[in-house]
């Protein structure tokens, strides 16, 4: 099994940054893509931010400039650098990740999910 830990997440007042992590552990033979995810009140769960093993980066036209998604493949662990924090970037955020097996297969773990709240 496969367990995804994030930690990072908080109350923050607008313009401030936080930066969140989720690290992977267990039967992990390699990763392909991670990537944060949040979900606010009555709201659908939406893409932050992705990276590939490789380093490629996507972003959510809402986050461009102001969040930077970055991975430490040698600890399994995804970052996001969240910086001029708005009060409309307030949700829960979801880290996810493509875990490869050694025998070849793959499965789409997520994480438990942080708080993320921006109010002054």
């Known amino acids: 099994q496969v367990q995804l830990v994030e930690s990072g997440g908080g109350l923050v007042q607008p313009g401030g940054s936080l930066r969140l992590s989720c690290a992977a552990s267990?039967?992990?033979?390699?990763?392909?893509?991670m990537g944060w995810y949040r979900q606010a009140p009555g709201k659908q769960r939406d893409l932050v931010a992705a990276i590939t093993s490789g380093g490629s980066t996507n972003y959510a036209d809402s986050v461009k400039g102001r969040f930077t998604i970055s991975r430490d493949n040698a600890k399994n662990t995804v970052y996001l650098q969240m910086n001029y924090l708005k009060p409309e970037d307030t949700a829960v955020y979801y880290c996810?990740?493509?875990?490869?097996?050694?025998?070849?297969?793959?499965?789409?773990?997520w994480g438990q999910g942080t708080q993320v709240t921006v109010s002054s």
């Open positions: 996810n990740a493509d875990i490869r097996y050694s025998d070849g297969t793959s499965e789409r773990y």
């Open positions: 267990g039967n992990v033979f390699s990763i392909y893509g």
